[in-house]
């Protein structure tokens, strides 16, 4: 893999201010794939500063033209789609086709997305005797995690661009490559100089020091709850906007009335996606106690069906976080159905697809996120009851709901506190906002309510 030995900041790939470096491995074979520079309080300073420069002409460039470069960035992530999968794959240890599938396939959605909606969208609207006008926040810092490399960037970097926004990106130490390949498309798109901003290095130093910068008007930043609160106190002191997409402990509630094989086979599938490695997972099934048997035998069987199909997880702490929480789900009185705490191969940050049955809401592993591909089911004994164990936690990011009638599934979808609910296994829908409820986070993302992150408002009376 290639790596560049520099930030990009105001459109051009300069030296880093320090020696330091980070070395990428690969969570497959853990071998060093690629190296690239820790960048430093300085490096961040002078990205920001070009991201302040170029904001007043970019903020004055006509929507057309703002969507213009935003067609011409998805065009080029189509044209490298494959070096993107394989990047992903290699830097995450993603299996090649889900790296195609999702990894390369999502954001270039989503930048044609913004393309569309920079044209169309109502910048200024008429209000009785005012003039509604949205303008630019400014300057953006954007804060990435490493489980979804380019989607987690596009996700912010576009809207960011379609509002007006100039943006400096720190991306996570962990999937720094494919940060670097989308520099390489910004520019390549012919987005002007100073506009997008790349800055590679460790959270508590580049992150921390783009959070608290005076010249960054807000902060995007998407990972855990513990950062997220960390990131919100930085911003906070200085009275600047934040975005915070953080954790999840998503519930999946299959109603009596479900198609019960469906539901649960669809529900495994969708945690031991991406390694379990999504904050938006349902990672506690929840099971009317009638059906709670049959449940539980199929989530194993299906679990099984994983063993060779997924890949690792990215690192070796995340594996060790992951086998902890399995360990611990035990320890308060789960039972092991599928999978379990051991490593499943010598070499790599492998975790065994796991199903744990006889959780109750007071465990661990149904109340803390875990980050691997880790299924929980839980009985209920009525609806109320399991409304209650699926709002019972301090996340609410998103949900399931299943029923033989759509409209019962909404009725209980409407009730429960999480910012997304798929419907019967509903499909996700880029256009769509998604975001958190409670401590998963403040704000949307995609779509038009994600543009609107990066909008002020002012009004002009007549």
Known sequence: MKAHDGMYIDGAWRPADGRDAIDVVNPVDEQVIGRVPAGTALDVDTAVRAARAALPGWAATPPAERAARLAALRDVLVSRKDEVAETVTAELGSPLKFSQAVHAAAPIAVAGSYAELAATYAFEEKVGNSVVHHEPVGVVGAITPWNYPLHQIVAKVAPALAAGCTVVLKPAEDTPLTAQLFAEAVHEAGVPAGVFNLVTGLGPVAGQALAEHPGVDLVSFTGSTAVGRRIGALAGAAVKNVALELGGKSANVILPSADLAKAVNVGVANVMSNSGQTCSAWTRMLVHRDQYDEAVALAAEAA???????????????????????????????????????????????????????????????????FGPVLSVLRYEDEEDALRIANGTVYGLAGAVWAGEEAEAVAFARRMETGQVDINGGRFNPLAPFGGYKQSGVGRELGAHGLTEYLQTKSLQF
Do not use: F, H
């Open 304 to 370: 099984a069906k994983y063993g060779d199909r997924i890949g690792p997880v990215v690192n070796a702490k995340q594996q060790e976080r992951v086998r902890g929480y399995i360990e611990k789900g035990v320890a308060e009185g789960a039972r092991i159905v599928a999978g379990g705490p051991e490593t499943p191969q010598e070499q790599g940050y492998y975790v065994s697809p796991t199903v744990l049955a006889d959780v109750t809401e007071d465990m661990t592993v149904a109340q803390e996120e875990i």
